[in-house]
């Protein structure tokens, strides 16, 4: 086994810096060059992506786990976007499902769909394994997750189990965060109640267009902030493509923008210092 280091850090110690939240990292077409270079203004790594959807593998988040930087993981390990649209490919842990089904079949412990989902997360485990820098994980079992509570409350459970060196994440999308764990809410003014530990992420947004200023202010109380834009899905056209089908190599200049960005959303350093 290769030797890696994984960090449980201080939750108030984990918001040091903005992140860029590329969901689609993990397409094979992906421009991890580019990518890496997006990060070279900045001291540590912070960004995330959704496994499984855009790739089994994760060439480029492998490479991210072994730059010369600390890292810090924001991963969703199910897309529940596509269950709710019922657009979920064959590859999908909530394929040919309904909300209603999928519910339904992770409170009886459904073991075809569970086993699917066990093997989402030992893929995720075996690459933290093989990192070779420092990495502080936030794990969120579903993303923008439209499941009951009491079915997250069971892919929480699991995944506390298989991924005990990661920090939990309730991504939702119009339902309460369950307590106990970090909530996450997506948008430009995204709302969480009064002490609530959170996330940020402008998914659903394009940050190019958006008002970084007044997402920043939402974003304060947190403990990160997540820009995004549809090329971090790999979104080129005004209608659906099948996720493992999209054209997802974009430019190193197209990317390597986004380190500007993480300039005007850092709270700790003024730009001219970066």
């Not at 989402?120 to 794990?139: D, M, Q």
């Not at 929480?156 to 339902?175: F, N, Q």
């Amino acid at each position: 086994m290769r030797w890696f280091i994984l960090l449980c850090l201080p939750l108030s110690l984990a918001s040091a810096d903005p992140g860029l939240s590329y969901l689609g990292l993990c397409a094979k077409d992906w421009n991890c060059k580019g990518t890496i270079q997006s990060f070279h203004r900045v001291d540590s790594i912070t960004t995330g992506w959704l496994e499984n959807t855009f790739s089994r593998d994760c060439r480029c988040g492998q490479a991210i786990l072994r730059q010369d930087k600390p890292v810090t993981l924001r991963v969703h390990l199910t897309n529940s976007p596509c269950l709710r649209n019922n657009r979920c490919g064959s590859y999908e842990v909530f394929a040919g499902e309904t909300v209603v089904s999928a519910n339904r079949k992770v409170l009886r412990r459904n073991r075809r769909l569970l086993t699917k989902y066990r093997q989402v997360v030992i893929r995720f485990k075996r690459r933290l394994e093989r990192a070779t820098t420092p990495v502080a994980c936030y794990v969120s079992p579903c993303l923008e997750c439209d499941l009951s509570n009491k079915a997250r409350r069971v892919l929480h459970s699991i995944t506390a189990r298989m991924l005990p060196e990661c920090v939990l994440v309730d991504s939702v999308y119009r339902k309460k965060c369950l307590p106990g764990v970090i909530c996450e809410k997506h948008g430009v003014t995204p709302r969480f109640d009064q002490g609530q530990q959170c996330i940020t992420d402008l998914d659903g947004i394009d940050g190019r267009e958006a008002n970084l200023a007044v997402f920043k202010a939402y974003s304060k109380p947190c403990l990160m902030l997540f820009y995004w834009d549809y090329r971090y899905n790999c979104i080129r056209r005004g209608y659906f493509v099948d996720p493992r089908r999209r054209d997802c190599h974009y430019t190193t200049k197209e990317l390597k923008y986004t380190g500007g960005v993480l300039c005007q959303l850092s709270y700790n350093q003024s730009c001219d210092t970066l």
